[in-house]
């Protein structure tokens, strides 16, 4: 079966560094896909990933390694509006989106 | 000038109840998706549409019906409706279905539905 696996929650304090990871297991590998999603709001796209390595996006960063099926979102100098869930998608080999459950990130002063 | 609309925002009915949700995008995709996410938070994918042609149906009841009277426009009928039916039903648009960054998801405001 496919399989998308996240933190269901972390807690980081403002103004440090969070890294929020990802796992998966899918038929095939088209791209992973990380979103943001504030309480009772949409998901927002964050980053797309389909080679290895570094994708720098400002204060946030993404990761991939095919080869262990894994990505990381890397999040910087963390602000409260940071406080939301973020969301690992995986696009398999028919190019259909499988969704992890999302990591709930809580900030702290 | 929004990109992904949907109406109603909010919707509360009775159980056994017909109702639809709508959804437009004015992105110029040719792809567009109904999501349903309940209270765990976990996105779950029903339909996915490309060019007014059906291209993903995932075991939802035939309770749910899609229409799509052009790209820009997919409808969710609900016949019917339950209990289990209330969650939040997101809509959402991408540019293609053939991998790479044309693939990115842009999503509507969330329909939440209440079934009482």
């Known amino acids: 079966g496919q399989n998308i696996d996240q933190p269901t929650e972390m807690t980081a304090t403002e103004g440090a560094i969070v890294q929020i990871n990802c796992t998966y297991q899918t038929s095939g590998f088209n791209g992973l896909f990380w979103y943001q999603q504030h309480a009772g709001e949409a998901p927002t796209f964050l980053s797309y990933n389909v080679l290895d390595g570094l994708e720098e996006k400002g204060r946030f960063s993404s990761f991939l390694s095919r080869s262990k099926g894994y990505s990381y979102l890397l999040l910087k100098e963390l602000q409260m509006k940071d406080s939301a869930s973020y969301l690992c998608?995986?696009?398999?080999?028919?190019?259909?989106?499988?969704w992890g459950a999302g990591t709930k990130l809580i900030i702290k002063p | 000038d929004t990109a992904v609309s949907q109406t109603p925002k909010y919707l509360v009915t009775q159980m056994g109840n017909d109702k639809s949700i709508k959804c437009e995008q004015n992105?110029?995709?040719?792809?567009m998706y109904w999501y349903k996410q309940d209270s765990k938070k976990f996105l779950k994918i029903m339909f996915s549409?490309?060019?007014?042609?059906?291209?993903i149906n995932e075991t939802v009841p035939n309770r749910f019906s899609p229409k799509s009277p052009d790209k820009a426009h997919l409808n969710l009928h609900i016949n019917s409706l339950e209990l289990g039916d209330s969650a939040v039903y997101f809509c959402?648009?991408?540019?293609?279905?053939?991998?790479?960054?044309?693939?990115?998801?842009?999503f509507g405001p969330g329909t939440r539905l209440l079934v009482l």
């Open positions: 992105l110029g995709h040719d792809t």
């Open positions: 549409y490309n060019n007014k042609e059906l291209i």
């Open positions: 998608a995986v696009m398999d080999s028919n190019y259909q989106l499988i």
């Open positions: 959402a648009s991408s540019q293609g279905t053939s991998g790479g960054d044309l693939e990115t998801q842009y």
